[in-house]
Structure formats: structure tokens, C-alpha cells
T-cell receptor, first 114, second 114 residues
Framework: EAGVTQFPSHSVIEKGQTVTLRCDPISGHDNLYWYRRVMGKEIKFLLHFVKESKQDESGMPNNRFLAERTGGTYSTLKVQPAELEDSGVYFC????????????FGEGSRLTVL | AQSVTQLGSHVSVSEGALVLLRCNYSSSVPPYLFWYVQYPNQGLQLLLKYTTGATLVKGINGFEAEFKKSETSFHLTKPSAHMSDAAEYFCAVQNIQGAQKLVFGQGTRLTINP
């Protein structure tokens, strides 16, 4: 069974450009999460989807970030326009159950904004 | 608000020595507690978790952690370190009421010396 896959693994863009990160959760997992780790700091929650609905988007930093999960399968996270402070590793995770259901994480997408 | 503090961003031990990674949390309600591990070029993997019941929790690869409510701690231990334990370890808490998101500590990078 395939795990959580993220694409691209690494993206280097210039300030002001747009980047779209993609996450494919484990098949059948209704819960999908985005987290971010800025260099040297803790991993921080961005948002949580249950199927195609945003359950909790309290961690989204500002309106330059847009997450979607059309059809309740894969998800995209778009950053537009990117700023220097957006650099970091973006992790996606999925779980079969909410609550204390185990989260399965992808390898992360590293974003570097120059 | 919940928070997690991991003492020591870097810990180095000799192969065969005791591994002790410290985690203290702050939470207004009893939380669920987790340890995740990230090996190089991989996603985060669940090591163990505490939800209810026995306060000493055993995880994969010989790791265990003890929930001490009075000390608000959830330290991770392994009696004898192996070279393959070299990785970054993350402690996390989850509010058992409401939000399902994880709150992570800053991570501890464990180095094993031969």
C-alpha cells in the first residue's frame, strides 16, 4: 500500500512567484493535514481537511496560502505570492480516523524562496 | 493554549548507552502525547503514544516513554542505543477536547557515536 506522497520534494522559487505543493494521502483516508516547519523551529499545524471540507484552518498564516482538496482525494497548497519567510518544509499527513487516529506523514516538500 | 518543550536540540550518546530525550508540555486539559521520529529523507513516523491507561508506554524499536502528570513530562528512553537510532525526534501533544491538531516541540536530533 502506498504511503502519503508529496510533490515536489524540493522547490526553489523567487520572491513573488507562485508555488503549488501537492499531497496524495493514503487511499481511503478522509483526514488530511498540512504542517510546516520553518528552519530551526517546531513543526506547526496549518490546516485539516475531512474529505473535501476544511475542518480547521486556524494555522494558515495569511491569505497568500490557499489549500484545496477537491473531491476529497489529493490536496494542493498554493502559496501566492511567495515571501522569504515562507521557506521551510511542508508536511502532509493523513489518517483514517480523526481524534487520536495515527497520522501517516509524507516526506515533506522543501520550499526555498530566494 | 498547549505547548511542548524539548530540552536539548542535539543529543549525542555512545552506541550501547542509555538514550534519554526530554519532553515537557503545557496544557490546560489532560492531553494525548506522542513521540515521532524522522529518519533522513523520510517522513515522520509514530514511535509511541499515550492516550489513557498505563502511564508507561512501549513503542517501536525498543523505545518507551512515561507520562508523569505531576511533572507534566513525557520523556523518551531506550536502554541501549543503536547506530540506526540516529534521527530527529519530535514530541507532540493533542487536545483531547475539540481540535485534533498536533502541537509539536522543536525536535531533538540524536547522534550515536560508535
Amino acid at each position: 500500500e502506498a504511503g502519503v506522497t508529496q510533490f515536489p520534494s524540493h522547490s526553489v522559487i523567487e520572491k513573488g512567484q507562485t508555488v503549488t505543493l501537492r499531497c496524495d494521502p493514503i487511499s481511503g483516508h478522509d483526514n488530511l493535514y498540512w504542517y510546516r516547519r520553518v528552519m530551526g523551529k517546531e513543526i506547526k499545524f496549518l490546516l485539516h481537511f475531512v474529505k473535501e471540507s476544511k475542518q480547521d484552518e486556524s494555522g494558515m498564516p495569511n491569505n497568500r496560502f490557499l489549500a484545496e482538496r477537491t473531491g476529497g482525494t489529493y490536496s494542493t497548497l498554493k502559496v501566492q505570492p511567495a515571501e522569504l519567510e515562507d521557506s521551510g518544509v511542508y508536511f502532509c499527513a493523513s489518517s483514517l480516523h480523526g481524534g487520536t487516529g495515527e497520522l501517516f506523514f509524507g516526506e515533506g516538500s522543501r520550499l526555498t524562496v530566494l | 493554549a498547549q505547548s511542548v518543550t524539548q530540552l536539548g536540540s542535539h543529543v549525542s550518546v555512545s552506541e550501547g548507552a542509555l538514550v534519554l530525550l526530554r519532553c515537557n508540555y503545557s496544557s490546560s486539559v489532560p492531553p494525548y502525547l506522542f513521540w515521532y521520529v524522522q529518519y533522513p529523507n523520510q517522513g515522520l513516523q509514530l514511535l509511541l503514544k499515550y492516550t489513557t491507561g498505563a502511564t508507561l508506554v512501549k513503542g517501536i524499536n525498543g523505545f518507551e516513554a512515561e507520562f508523569k502528570k505531576s511533572e507534566t513530562s513525557f520523556h523518551l528512553t531506550k536502554p541501549s542505543a543503536h547506530m540506526s537510532d540516529a534521527a530527529e525526534y519530535f514530541c507532540a501533544v493533542q487536545n483531547i477536547q475539540g481540535a485534533q491538531k498536533l502541537v509539536f516541540g522543536q525536535g531533538t536530533r540524536l547522534t550515536i557515536n560508535p
